[in-house]
């Protein structure tokens, strides 16, 4: 079981090759299953089901390309097939379905069991997840993000240097990594990576706001005054607290 998965992108025909044969064979199961809608109707509507509630995730919307969530509904059609076809089996494959299908809950009931062990622990659930998914930007900043917020600096570090690694114009993990290096008190570094968090994103507020903490701390005031009068401008609401003392600072 998988959170954040880093899949292989379609952009032809034959790239990746499965492309082809994947879409020829979801054409000649929906065609199969049109046919046969009123000869074969305990077969032809699951498999009609399925791939209708399917295709919330196969359709060309704006969503992650695999969530595993969106996969509960389309996989009651897949267990409405069986129950509306076991007993159409032969007798002496009727007892020995029931075992295989009780096998097949007791195997993923102790993979459930152990999956819920891994969300238990929000560190432990983010290691598994950017383990799993080791050249995806997202899993990587969200790893870093946590081990920052609990002080694993050097895990943290690692992490986030991945991210930006992944995504080099992502504000956010710039940010995030400037973040620790303060917290390293590495305050070149973490300047040099505030500076890169605006560049790309020139209202990104709380990289503003840390880089004008930053060059108060080292008695640049002239510096300060004018990040800080870029953050008033971008400031969001939950900053409104930072904001009013930008505010009387500057003007101050």
Request: hydrophobic share 40%; charged share 20%.
């Amino acid at each position: 079981p998988h959170l954040d998965h880093d899949c292989a992108v379609t952009t032809g025909q034959l790239a990746p090759p499965t492309t082809s044969i994947t879409r020829a064979a979801g054409v000649i199961v929906l065609s199969w299953s049109i046919r046969n809608l009123q000869s074969r109707p305990r077969i032809a509507f699951p498999i009609l089901g399925y791939l209708l509630l399917h295709s919330v995730e196969s359709a060309p919307l704006n969503l992650d390309l695999v969530f595993e969530h969106r996969m509960y509904q389309p996989m009651t059609m897949l267990a409405l097939l069986f129950a509306l076809n076991v007993d159409s089996l032969p007798q002496k494959y009727v007892k020995l379905s029931y075992v295989g299908l009780l096998l097949i809950g007791l195997a993923l009931s102790s993979t459930t069991y152990q999956r819920n062990e891994t969300w238990s622990d929000p560190v432990r659930f983010l290691r598994d997840t950017a383990h799993k998914s080791p050249d995806k930007w997202r899993p990587q900043y969200n790893l870093g993000t946590e081990l920052g917020r609990r002080g694993l600096l050097v895990e943290a570090k690692l992490a986030l240097e991945q991210a930006v690694r992944l995504r080099p114009d992502d504000s956010e993990s710039h940010n995030q990594l400037a973040n620790v290096f303060m917290k390293a008190n590495q305050v070149a570094a973490a300047e040099k990576h505030y500076r890169l968090a605006i560049k790309y994103n020139e209202k990104n507020a709380e990289a503003l706001y840390n880089l004008a903490l930053l060059l108060g701390g080292q008695s640049r005031y002239t510096e300060q005054r004018e990040i800080l009068a870029q953050f008033i401008l971008h400031a969001p609401p939950y900053l409104d607290k930072q904001r009013k003392w930008a505010l009387n600072y500057v003007r101050r």
